[in-house]
C-alpha cells in the first residue's frame, strides 16, 4: 500500500472563462476506517489564489503552514500578494528541497493571475509539475 492511500483524498481543479473552482471531500480516514468528516484540503492563500493538498493529513497540515508563512514573507517584502504562477515555484522548490524527507502531498493550486486569467497547476510530491494551464 502507498503512503498516499493511507489517508486518501480526492481533489479536482478546472478552469472556466475568467474563473476557476477547486473542490475536494472532506474526509479524513485511516484505509477504510472513517475519522472525521469535516478535514479541510483547501486552504485560501489569499482572495484569489487557492491549494488543494491531497496526501498525508499531518504533512498536508505542516506544508499549509509553511507555505502561509512564506506567502507572509513575500507580501511584507513585495508589499503586494502572490501571483498563482509564482506560488506554484514557491511550493514546487519548497517540495523539491525536501526530496529525500519528503512531504507525502500532492498539492493543486488554482487562482487567479493578471487580467483575471484562470491558472491551475499541480505537481508530485517532489515538485516537479504536471500540468498546468
Same mark, same amino acid.
Given at each position: 500500500?502507498?503512503?498516499?492511500?493511507?489517508?486518501?483524498?480526492?481533489?479536482?481543479?478546472?478552469?472556466?472563462?475568467?474563473?476557476?473552482?477547486? *473542490?475536494?471531500?472532506?474526509? =479524513? @480516514?485511516?484505509?477504510? %476506517? $472513517?475519522?472525521?468528516?469535516?478535514?479541510?484540503?483547501?486552504? #485560501?492563500?489569499?482572495?484569489?489564489?487557492? *491549494?488543494?493538498?491531497?496526501? =498525508? @493529513?499531518?504533512?498536508? %497540515? $505542516?506544508?499549509?503552514?509553511?507555505?502561509?508563512?512564506?506567502? #507572509?514573507?513575500?507580501?511584507?517584502?513585495?508589499?503586494?500578494?502572490?501571483?498563482?504562477?509564482?506560488?506554484?515555484?514557491?511550493?514546487?522548490?519548497?517540495?523539491?528541497?525536501?526530496?529525500?524527507?519528503?512531504?507525502?502531498?500532492?498539492?493543486?493550486?488554482?487562482?487567479?493571475?493578471?487580467?483575471?486569467?484562470?491558472?491551475?497547476?499541480?505537481?508530485?510530491?517532489?515538485?516537479?509539475?504536471?500540468?498546468?494551464?
Amino acid at each position: 500500500m502507498s503512503i498516499f492511500e493511507y489517508n486518501g483524498s480526492a481533489l479536482v481543479a478546472m478552469v472556466g472563462k475568467n474563473c476557476f473552482a477547486i *473542490l475536494s471531500d472532506r474526509r =479524513l @480516514g485511516v484505509q477504510l %476506517q $472513517t475519522i472525521a468528516t469535516d478535514f479541510q484540503c483547501i486552504f #485560501k492563500i489569499h482572495d484569489k489564489l487557492f *491549494l488543494g493538498l491531497s496526501g =498525508l @493529513g499531518s504533512d498536508a %497540515q $505542516t506544508l499549509h503552514q509553511w507555505l502561509v508563512f512564506r506567502h #507572509k514573507l513575500y507580501q511584507l517584502r513585495e508589499e503586494r500578494d502572490m501571483r498563482p504562477e509564482t506560488f506554484a515555484s514557491l511550493v514546487s522548490a519548497m517540495l523539491y528541497e525536501k526530496r529525500f524527507g519528503r512531504y507525502f502531498c500532492q498539492p493543486v493550486i488554482a487562482g487567479l493571475g493578471e487580467d483575471d486569467k484562470p491558472f491551475i497547476c499541480t505537481m508530485d510530491s517532489i515538485g516537479a509539475k504536471c500540468g498546468s494551464v
